[in-house]
Every structure is written in structure tokens, then in C-alpha cells.
């Protein structure tokens, strides 16, 4: 934990989604509060795509935070992933001087904001309705893909804590 106000999951539910869907909204809330904490002081932009060890770079991490909830979510009101999803997902990672870490940062935001407003929406009886993943249909139910949106990007959350902290006490010669 990166403050010292509880986490969120100890602050109690939040208001307007079902008890079922409570730690999902909990561990997406964490994952935003990290978020904005860990680059509320300037990360360089110039680190963004370093891949320390050759492991992803901070600005993946980032994309694919918000990439995989965008996808996760858009199956599970039973739709499929469109263009723009698609072009999103195979830019993820790819260094661009056009974005900034704040962007990512706010897309990020964005992409939590939509999350917790479709939980809203959510209900409790929908959630073993069955869903299908991606081009293959690989089946799974509302509860799982809302539940693996928000493990994913926790697992995401530790390797962006990490990678962050590994890459910003890199100097520019050790980047080149």
C-alpha cells in the first residue's frame, strides 16, 4: 500500500453495487487509488517504455490495465470486442513519443470509472449467465469475467509497482 488511509475493501461497500460485486469494486477502487498515488509525482516520460530486463514497460502495464477492463466488461454484457478494441490491443506496449504517463494514468481512470458504473448496472441474477471470450467463444460466465478483470489488473498493479520503482532508479546511461 502505497498511503495510509485504509485499504479500500476495509472502507466498507460502495454505494449502488450488489454485495456480490463488492470486491470487485473494491480491488478496481485499490488498483485506481495505487495508480494515482505511484504517479501523483512526475514520472518521467522518458522511462515509460523501458523494459528493465527486458520485462514490459511501465506504459504496458498501463495500456493493458485499462485495455483488458475495457475487454472484460465489454464481454460480459455479451458483446464482442470491436475494432477500435482490437487496434487498442495490439498497440498495447508499443513506445509511442505521442502519449505521456498522465494519460495513461487518466485512461486508466476512465477505464475504472466505466468498470464501477456498468457494476452498478450489474445485476445479481445475470451473473452465471454464460459469456463467451474473443474469436474462440471460450466460455465463461459474467461473475468470471468480472472477477478476472479485477485479479488481472491487481497482478498487473505488482508488476507496475516494481517495474516503476526498478525504472526510475535507472540513470540514462544505464537506459541506453
Given at each position: 500500500m502505497l498511503h495510509s488511509k485504509p485499504e479500500v475493501w476495509m472502507r466498507g461497500p460502495i454505494e449502488g453495487i450488489s454485495?456480490?460485486?463488492?470486491?470487485?469494486?473494491?480491488a478496481l477502487l485499490q488498483a485506481d487509488e495505487e495508480v494515482t498515488v505511484l504517479f501523483s509525482s512526475a514520472f518521467p516520460d522518458s522511462k515509460l517504455w523501458v523494459k528493465p530486463a527486458g520485462l514490459a514497460s511501465v506504459g504496458f502495464h498501463l495500456q493493458h490495465m485499462k485495455g483488458v477492463l475495457?475487454?472484460?466488461?465489454?464481454?460480459?454484457?455479451?458483446k464482442s470486442v470491436d475494432e477500435n478494441q482490437l487496434?487498442?490491443?495490439?498497440?498495447?506496449?508499443?513506445?509511442?513519443?505521442?502519449?505521456?504517463?498522465?494519460?495513461l494514468v487518466n485512461q486508466f481512470q476512465t477505464q475504472v470509472k466505466n468498470a464501477l458504473e456498468q457494476l452498478k448496472k450489474t445485476d445479481?441474477?445475470?451473473?452465471?449467465?454464460?459469456?463467451?471470450?474473443?474469436?474462440?467463444?471460450?466460455?465463461?460466465?459474467?461473475?468470471?469475467?468480472?472477477?478476472?478483470?479485477?485479479?488481472?489488473?491487481?497482478?498487473?498493479?505488482g508488476q507496475l509497482l516494481v517495474t516503476t520503482t526498478i525504472v526510475t532508479k535507472l540513470s540514462d546511461e544505464d537506459i541506453l
Amino acid at each position: 500500500m502505497l498511503h495510509s488511509k485504509p485499504e479500500v475493501w476495509m472502507r466498507g461497500p460502495i454505494e449502488g453495487i450488489s454485495p456480490l460485486l463488492q470486491p470487485i469494486a473494491h480491488a478496481l477502487l485499490q488498483a485506481d487509488e495505487e495508480v494515482t498515488v505511484l504517479f501523483s509525482s512526475a514520472f518521467p516520460d522518458s522511462k515509460l517504455w523501458v523494459k528493465p530486463a527486458g520485462l514490459a514497460s511501465v506504459g504496458f502495464h498501463l495500456q493493458h490495465m485499462k485495455g483488458v477492463l475495457d475487454r472484460m466488461f465489454t464481454y460480459a454484457v455479451s458483446k464482442s470486442v470491436d475494432e477500435n478494441q482490437l487496434t487498442y490491443l495490439t498497440s498495447e506496449g508499443i513506445p509511442s513519443d505521442k502519449i505521456t504517463t498522465q494519460d495513461l494514468v487518466n485512461q486508466f481512470q476512465t477505464q475504472v470509472k466505466n468498470a464501477l458504473e456498468q457494476l452498478k448496472k450489474t445485476d445479481e441474477s445475470a451473473l452465471l449467465e454464460s459469456r463467451g471470450v474473443g474469436r474462440k467463444n471460450i466460455p465463461s460466465n459474467v461473475i468470471g469475467l468480472l472477477f478476472h478483470s479485477a485479479e488481472h489488473i491487481q497482478r498487473h498493479l505488482g508488476q507496475l509497482l516494481v517495474t516503476t520503482t526498478i525504472v526510475t532508479k535507472l540513470s540514462d546511461e544505464d537506459i541506453l
